[in-house]
């Protein structure tokens, strides 16, 4: 209730213009007092919002993504006995276009990251990420791979970490059932501008970066640096 | 459509040559033994790879191209061919193919054993070794622009690997659009329902037929071997199989390494654990093709969703089994070097009757999924004469396991090259003769009946056995430090195949070489041959009758 005027103002003029616009015709019904309150009225969008938030929490369709062995167990808990669906989740949609929710069960290689980049970018806005598994944490058991990534967060943003290898269902479940709870409270999806973007190049210029680069490469044609020895 | 009998003595009628009278039929190509543990040894020179397989092939028998190892040493590098008969397993011989230090060049096999292409590529992207004569010689588990070979000694691994644009330009933007011709160029996967995880298929199409399809593999190479070969034998290593062949198949993996490491350490497991290892190996083997059938009922209908939960359930079923006898649902690490780690659970009547129980329901809810699945007229449409591999093509790609098992050869370690308790137990093995999609789901099926029929009898064995007589472990020392320079290539029946680990021990705690012969990386191989010419929903049919694991296929 921050709008400027109070709700009911004048209660005569109001309820008198929208009446005088419905007899009338058109008039300015569709930019009516009323409405113009409705719309810059704080209270009346949160709760909104709320609602909004609340649906996209209660129903969420997960992308069917199986990397390595996690996704067994993620196939368990899609199927009956755990049955995911019971949380409003479990739903897998064979495209990133339909879906909201990227399970990444599993290790993930030089060879595999820019595609599960792409994957990941496809994904319509607001996007959400569970982390399932050590290797999506820190490369797991695999972490002193000469291919390995050490963590999904190198490539992607991830809002939920799911730690075992592999979780059981349950834990899957109890993930997933976070994020929900994030989600019907507000959390959007995260900013476009990943952290591990900023992290190494940090505030240099684009200039400085090629410079900082061009001990590196011979051409200046750098798009990819795999370096897994110095990541964190 | 035929259970083997029993009766047939197959094995008894492959002549077995000794080492001096194949040393005899190789003459002057053999320049030195280097005999293994498990083979005899026979040292050639570099540009007579293609002349010896040949002459051991053709005039010996051995017709069965296992594994290709490549290593590195000081002073030279090394590719090993390890040869055996589909006949009689147990008759072995490795090729030992010295190359130059400098300039690492040795023939390819290729020309005499199909198998041979990827095992080759492999040997190059790892270790560095060019092979002649080798029709494709490019890197395949690492991507293209990668640079070294991270297996060999001079790797350095902090050096940064930068990938160019050039090597990163869309593959589909220029050269496929080509107006004048009229195929098509379709990528399927690597992100992909129908694949099984992270492979990725570069097909072309003309119309809907399959004119060339390219497994492209690589997307899950986890540096397993690397990994071995930084661990130590007693504890380090065991926690690995469990990840290569994620679908059930932990502890036949751990099996595999467990068998190689303990005859190469000369470790006595006893009776009483190779009872219990049999019997959670069988049921891992359940809990594998019931995945294999979930998921392929899924590739060939979308509408088998049912087959797919019914099939999960009873894995469920097994998987808690297995859970109560290891402790862990899906990575067991159950198995020590000389036995298992923990006796059966307490109360074991609990376990057996459970156990019992499980057994009970199993021919019922087989025979739901041959009402559901093998009865049906879509499936049978969609599976029958696709997919086709005859067993000369099988062999000659080395495919094993249910694979080359649905085409008609009988071969299966557990019987031709026993271990464990095999050989004491009453059980077939199972072959169909129709080469086809359908055979090769009809021999799983067949063979979680026999797998069944093996962990009764397990049971029934265990539940008897005295109580002072359950040794679980056999007395290994606390550091094991094979001999310097032995070499051993043992190899078991997995849940897709032949999966054998060859090891060569420098004297340290620690192999220096390890090397993973996977059964589906061999199977995968077949795809092209099932799939050209055939439409491309049969592809994935063919894809999901293959039932590959990626973290086996690439490691």
């Known amino acids: 209730m921050s709008s400027d005027q109070p709700f009911i103002t004048d209660e005569s003029r109001v309820v008198t213009e929208t009446r005088d616009s419905r007899m009338e015709g058109q008039g300015d019904r569709f930019n009516s007092r009323l409405r113009e309150a409705f719309g810059s009225s704080p209270f009346i969008l949160t709760k909104f919002d709320k609602f909004l938030n609340w649906c996209r929490g209660s129903s969420m ?12 167990e993620m196939m368990h808990t899609y199927a009956v006995k755990h049955d995911l669906d019971r949380f409003g989740s479990g739903v897998p949609r064979a495209s990133p276009r339909q879906a909201d929710v990227m399970i990444v069960p599993g290790t993930i290689v030089s060879k595999f990251a820019p595609r599960m980049k792409r994957v990941y970018d496809q994904m319509p ?12 944490i820190s490369g797991g058991p695999f972490q002193e791979g000469y291919n390995v990534i050490k963590g999904a967060e190198e490539v992607i943003p991830i809002d939920i970490h799911v730690p075992g290898c592999p979780p059981r269902p349950e834990a899957l479940v109890y993930g997933v059932v976070k994020l929900q709870e994030r989600v019907a409270n507000g959390e959007a999806a995260p900013v476009t501008v990943k952290p591990y973007e900023l992290e190494e190049f940090s505030d240099l210029e684009r200039d400085e970066l090629v410079e900082k680069l061009t001990d590196q490469i011979d051409e200046d044609e750098l798009v990819m640096r795999y370096n897994f020895a110095d990541s964190p | 459509m035929s259970l083997e009998a029993p009766d047939t003595p197959e094995t008894d009628d492959v002549p077995e040559r000794t080492p001096d009278e194949l040393e005899a039929l190789l003459g002057d190509l053999v320049v030195d033994r280097d005999d293994h543990l498990n083979a005899p040894g026979f040292v050639i020179r570099p540009d007579t790879v293609q002349e010896t397989l040949s002459r051991l092939k053709s005039a010996a028998g051995y017709d069965h191209l296992s594994l290709v190892t490549a290593q590195e040493y000081e002073n030279r590098y090394e590719s090993i061919y390890h040869l055996k008969k589909f006949d009689d397993p147990t008759q072995e011989v490795s090729v030992v193919v010295p190359a130059d230090k400098d300039r690492p060049v040795s023939e390819s096999g290729e020309a005499v054993f199909r198998t041979a292409d990827w095992h080759e590529r492999e040997a190059y992207d790892l270790i560095g070794i060019e092979y002649d004569d080798h029709p494709d010689l490019r890197r395949i588990l690492l991507p293209e622009t990668w640079q070294g070979h991270p297996l060999s000694m001079d790797y350095d691994r902090d050096r940064p690997q930068i990938a160019t644009l050039p090597a990163h330009a869309n593959p589909l933007e220029e050269h496929h659009l080509d107006a004048e011709s009229d195929t098509m160029f379709l990528n399927i996967g690597p992100h992909h329902p129908a694949t099984h995880g992270v492979l990725h298929l570069k097909t072309i199409l003309d119309g809907e037929q399959v004119i060339d399809v390219e497994p492209d593999i690589g997307y899950l190479h986890r540096c397993e071997e690397q990994m071995a070969q930084s661990g130590t034998y007693r504890h380090q290593i065991m926690p690995y199989p469990d990840r290569w062949d994620w679908g059930g198949g932990g502890l036949l993996n751990e099996w595999a390494y467990a068998r190689a490491a303990e005859d190469l350490a000369d470790i006595e497991v006893p009776e009483y654990a190779q009872v219990i290892r049999t019997m959670g190996a069988e049921m891992c083997r359940i809990a594998a093709h019931m995945l294999a059938l979930a998921t392929f009922a899924l590739d060939v209908n979308g509408d088998f969703t049912a087959t797919f939960m019914y099939a999960i359930n009873d894995r469920e079923r097994v998987q808690n089994l297995l859970e109560d006898l290891t402790g862990q649902r899906l990575m067991f690490n159950y198995f020590r070097l000389g036995g298992v780690v923990w006796d059966l659970p307490e109360p074991r009547e609990e376990f057996f009757s459970k156990t019992r129980d499980f057994l009970d329901q199993l021919p019922g809810s087989v025979e739901e999924y041959h009402d559901l699945v093998t009865a049906n007229e879509i499936f049978q449409m969609r599976t029958i004469d696709t997919g086709i591999l005859p067993p000369e093509v099988a062999k000659e790609y080395g495919a094993t396991g249910p694979v080359v098992r649905g085409s008609g050869v009988d071969y299966d370690l557990r019987r031709d090259d026993p271990y464990g308790y095999y050989d004491e137990l009453d059980w077939d093995v199972v072959t169909e003769d ?6 090769r789901l009809l021999v799983r099926m067949r063979e979680v009946e026999e797998s069944a ?45 032949e999966l054998g680990i060859y090891i060569r021990a420098d004297g340290t705690d620690k192999p220096a070489r390890f090397k993973i012969r996977s059964p589906c990386f061999s199977n995968l191989q077949t795809l092209p041959e099932m799939a050209n010419g055939e439409y491309i929903p049969d592809v994935i049919a063919a894809l999901g009758s293959l039932d590959i694991v990626l973290g086996e296929v690439d490691r």
């Open chain 1, 125 to 136: 806005e607001p996007k959400f990420v569970v982390g399932m598994g050590s290797c999506t």
């Open chain 2, 434 to 439: 129709g080469c086809d999609n359908y055979s």
């Open chain 1, 61 to 72: 369709f997960m992308l069917q993504f199986g990397i390595a062995c996690c996704s067994i």
């Open chain 2, 453 to 497: 029929k093996i962990i009764e009898q397990c049971v029934d064995l265990l539940e008897d056995w005295p109580e002072d007589e359950r040794t679980i472990q056999a007395n290994v020392p606390r550091t094991l430090r094979p001999d310097d320079d032995t070499e051993i290539y043992r190899a078991v029946e997995a849940a897709k195949g």
